[in-house]
């Protein structure tokens, strides 16, 4: 695929020089005479050498001197994969992808990926759908894992009855937003998902908006040209879902 793609000159990324070579870096040792004489020719002809590791689909990371920098969407559209890759405790995600059935192929690409590569685990809670949401829902649903949502998490999100389940997600469903728990060997994270769909109490023209066009929030990524009142619904959408979780 890199190799049809190069061919093609179908580019989705960027070389970056980021300045420092890397026997330059923290804990990485100057090279010696023989790695410098092999690196010689990629040196001097730079550019068809990294025309080559694009081609070859090879890139040598960080520690690199040139760092291929890219939005990421062939590979992961959520941009969470590198996140869980540094454990971060709480990690706060917005999918505004294109996902018209809300069956959310992206997240799903991503759980395998973590799952392969870092032995990461996401397990979604999935509260009574009987009762509104509280954090003693949560927690009970937390807790059949084995777990217990921390107090400093439950501190940042003001409204817990704004989550709901992944199944809830739906365009004109109860709920914006999910939380899984990341389970790593020894250690565990949290994840919030917001999804982009109708369930936050927005604006009237907001709601007239969706009326109007059935396929908002999840209209073509091939439509690069927003008008006022589109832009302005988007906005407004992603307003009310943070004030939604978060507004005191």
Known sequence: MSLLLGLLNVRLGYWWNSGINPGQRPGRYPPDLWRRIKSLPSTVFAV??????????????????????????????????????????FIIAVDASQDERYEFEDLAILMRQVRLDFGAELNWLDPDPAGATSWGSLNAAAAAQGSTIPAWIQGHIQHPEAIGGLGSMKRDGPSCAALARISYHGKEGWLLLIKANLAPKIRVDVRNYAL???SFPNEPTLNQFFDDDQWESYRSLGEYAARALFDK
């Open 48 to 89: 068809q050498a990294l025309l080559l590791n694009e081609w070859r689909g090879y890139f040598e990371g960080p520690s690199a001197r040139r760092w291929y920098l890219s939005d990421g969407g062939h590979f992961d559209n959520t941009g969470l994969y590198e996140l869980i890759r540094r454990r971060l405790p």
């Open 212 to 214: 109007m066009h059935p």
